[in-house]
């Protein structure tokens, strides 16, 4: 199985690329943020308490998140050509876990695909899509504290998957489909 981590900052393109990889390669797509906003919008209990730190860019906690994303995994069975991870794992005991559970399946991560954008980029990006996308946290000052949290909590996973030998780096500034072409030429070597 292909099994892919995207991975980077807020509005690096995870979500862009994802839908790219999805129609290239028939893979599920687990976007945390998408799962935790559908809770928000069901107005579950478990979306109640996303909403609380989400629409402060806060991370939701650790046990909470792995609890969440098994049930995903578990819910796609095993009749999967791979699985995109997309916003988990951000921290080290969420890559941990990962590792764990794939372990459990006899599965591993195939590839990291590392999106480095600079931060001034970003921000611009997230307020311009505040404008319309209806996210709490798509505004400059939420935007700039969701930044400080993943160089704090997830950028030192970057290290961990250096050392694993998974992490690529991809600039990810400029045309979207040049971007996913380096995507691809990392994607096909390892599948
Ligand atoms: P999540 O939904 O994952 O948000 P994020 O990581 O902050 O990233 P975004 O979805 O905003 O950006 P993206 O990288 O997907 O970029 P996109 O393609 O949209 O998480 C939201 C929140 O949920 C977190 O803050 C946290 O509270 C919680 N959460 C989620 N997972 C968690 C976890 N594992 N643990 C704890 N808490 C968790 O692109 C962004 C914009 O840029 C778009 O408008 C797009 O059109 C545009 N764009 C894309 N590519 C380009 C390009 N090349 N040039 C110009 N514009 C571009
Ligand atoms: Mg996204």
Do not use: C, W
Not at 118 to 134: C, K, P, Q
């Amino acid at each position: 199985m292909l099994n892919i981590v995207i991975f980077g900052a807020p509005g690096s393109g995870k979500g862009t690329q994802s839908d790219k990889i999805i129609e290239e390669y028939g893979v599920a797509h687990i976007s945390t943020g998408d799962v935790l906003r559908e809770e928000i919008k069901k107005g579950t209990e478990l979306g109640k308490l996303a909403a609380s730190y989400i629409d402060e860019g806060n991370f939701i906690p650790d046990s909470l998140m792995i609890q969440i994303l098994a049930a995903v995994l578990d819910a796609l069975g095993k009749d999967i050509k791979g699985v995109i991870f997309d916003g988990f794992p951000r921290t080290i005991p969420q890559a941990l876990a990962l590792d764990e559970m794939l372990a459990d399946r006899d599965e591993e991560i195939s590839t990291v695909i590392g999106l480095e954008v600079d931060d001034a980029e970003l921000i611009h990006r997230i307020v311009l899509r505040g404008r319309t996308s209806g996210r709490a946290d798509d505004n400059e000052h939420t935007a700039r504290h969701r930044l400080e949290n993943y160089h704090h909590m997830t950028q030192p996973l970057k290290k961990y998957y250096i050392d694993e030998g998974k992490y690529v780096s991809i600039p990810g500034v400029g045309d979207i489909n040049e971007i996913f072409s380096h995507i691809k030429k990392v994607i096909d070597a390892v599948k």
